[in-house]
């Protein structure tokens, strides 16, 4: 059965601690702001450095081109079925509250403590990195920037994040929006620029386009892997249902809007991309979008650096927006400090969990490969997406009769579920990476600290007295579920 929610507060309008009302967050994500969050995360840097690696394992670009549509049709039903999971609970938190309510409290653990430590701020970086690449570039011309100023700029990048989204829900979903509106202008940039070729007969990248297809399941997993990247945020409006406008109906219709719009400007990017340049000079690019920029826009081809930088940063906010939640959701179940689920008393942000994730993000910065990031990252989203789907195929068996405005039909959630089993085993089986074997000890650490920490609740009381003071600090106070 469904485990039973804590009891909570009725959620209050006053901020007056002193009459004992707990605070909790405002609900200030309509539909446009959920179409940014979702399009807004999706749209980083992986269309622009993630092309090469899918072309590189599959081998041509046909068959790269279906690895794309098959990506974007897979974020299609793992979002259409997130979206009956969040009318069904409708609370935030993502994969980690539909696992703690469905399967209970130790799969959640383990999911909260390998997102909240590794998972998230490792995805926060490589994006980050990204950003700072493009950024600095146009700084260093015909060179490579020194990693140093890289890595300082990437951490410029997080600590402006920080503030944006402690500061203000709605500057930091107003950042959402108009950073999605410059990264979609620079898109179609790119799409009409791959038209205007097509037309004029540079097709020779798309003769005998099946040639040399792979057909290996390791590659062809590490293929859907990257491709897999680009489409990263499918699920974000699920970490923030307690903050949006009728829940009920901005999810699915957010997701309807967004996702299919994303594919169609992927899918046409990739074509543009082929249009430009032969498969061996994308595969031998560094940088797809730059070089694409430098064959179609010549002098003007610093454009192109400049819109990755502003996708990349618009990206970088909405995994920082969606992961704090993570974070603040798992410390209001008891599943990390306390302190991290308190809200500040007048701006009503998740401020402690934010500076948390922000300050494990810097810490990833130091040292990461953008390619065994993405294979890292991918490997356990993909597995907890399938641990989430199967708790929704469980509900939807097990028990019809709850109550939920949006159903997706079973067959749905029966693909993703399968091409998660497929995902995470296929690169396994084939060609076992070695950023995917670190996994094993960092997943029996977290078992050796939930039994004493979380089950037996063995807190030092040092740890209370430190809450206190850092409470007092940072003027934050406990919040409450939202009455939905």
Request: glycine share 8%; charged share 10%.
């Amino acid at each position: 059965t469904m485990r039973e929610r804590k009891k909570t507060d009725p959620p209050q309008s006053s901020t007056d601690l002193s009459e004992g009302k707990k605070l909790r967050l405002k609900q200030e994500v309509g539909l446009i702001s959920g179409v940014s969050l979702i399009a807004g995360t999706m749209i980083g840097s992986g269309i622009f450095m993630s092309p090469e690696w899918v072309l590189h394992h599959m081998g041509n670009p046909a068959s790269s081109l279906l690895i794309w549509a098959a990506c974007g049709l897979l974020a299609m039903f793992g979002a259409l079925s997130y979206a009956e999971l969040g009318t069904i609970i409708k609370e935030s938190g993502g994969e980690y509250i539909y696992i703690l309510r469905i399967f209970g409290s130790f799969p959640a653990f383990l999911f909260a403590y390998t997102s909240v430590i590794l998972v998230r701020p490792a995805s926060l970086a490589a994006v980050c990195l990204s950003f700072a690449e493009y950024a600095v570039a146009p700084f260093y011309p015909g060179c490579s920037p020194p990693q140093v100023v890289v890595k300082c700029t990437a951490a410029a990048c997080i600590l402006l994040l920080t503030i944006i989204n402690c500061l203000n829900v709605r500057l930091a979903t107003s950042v959402m929006n108009i950073f999605t509106a410059a990264k979609l202008l620079a898109l179609l940039v790119i799409v009409v620029g791959g038209l205007v070729l097509l037309a004029q007969g540079q097709t020779q990248s798309f003769q005998n386009g099946f040639q040399g297809t792979t057909v290996g399941i390791g590659a062809v997993g590490v293929a859907f892997y990257q491709g897999l990247w680009s489409y990263d945020g499918w699920n974000n409006l699920n970490y923030v249902t307690e903050e949006l406008k009728k829940p009920e109906v901005t999810l699915p219709r957010a997701v309807m809007i967004a996702i299919p719009l994303v594919t169609c400007l992927y899918l046409l990017v990739n074509v543009s991309y082929l249009a430009a340049m032969t498969p061996s000079e994308l595969l031998s690019s560094g940088a797809v979008a730059v070089t694409w920029g430098d064959k179609v826009l010549g002098s003007w081809a610093w454009l192109i650096s400049l819109s990755v930088a502003l996708s990349t940063f618009g990206s970088s906010n909405g995994t920082f927006f969606s992961g704090g939640r993570v974070c603040y959701i798992a410390a209001r179940e008891g599943h990390m400090p306390d302190i991290l689920s308190m809200a500040h008393v007048r701006r009503l942000t998740p401020s402690p969990a934010l500076m948390f994730t922000s300050m494990m993000s810097l810490i990833m910065i130091i040292s990461g490969n953008f390619t065994s990031i993405v294979n890292f990252f991918s490997f356990i989203a993909w597995f907890f997406y399938g641990m989430t789907i199967s708790g929704l195929l469980y509900l939807k068996i097990k028990k019809p009769e709850l109550p939920r405005s949006y159903k997706v039909p079973i067959i749905i959630p029966i693909i993703v579920l399968m091409a998660a089993v497929y995902l995470v085993l296929a690169p396994i089986i084939d060609q076992p990476q070695a950023e995917i074997l670190y996994i094993i000890p960092f997943i029996v650490s977290g078992i050796i600290l939930y039994f004493p920490l979380v089950r037996f609740k063995c807190h030092p009381r040092f740890l209370q007295s430190i809450t206190l003071h850092l409470q007092l600090f940072l003027e934050v106070a406990p919040t409450t579920r939202d009455a939905n």
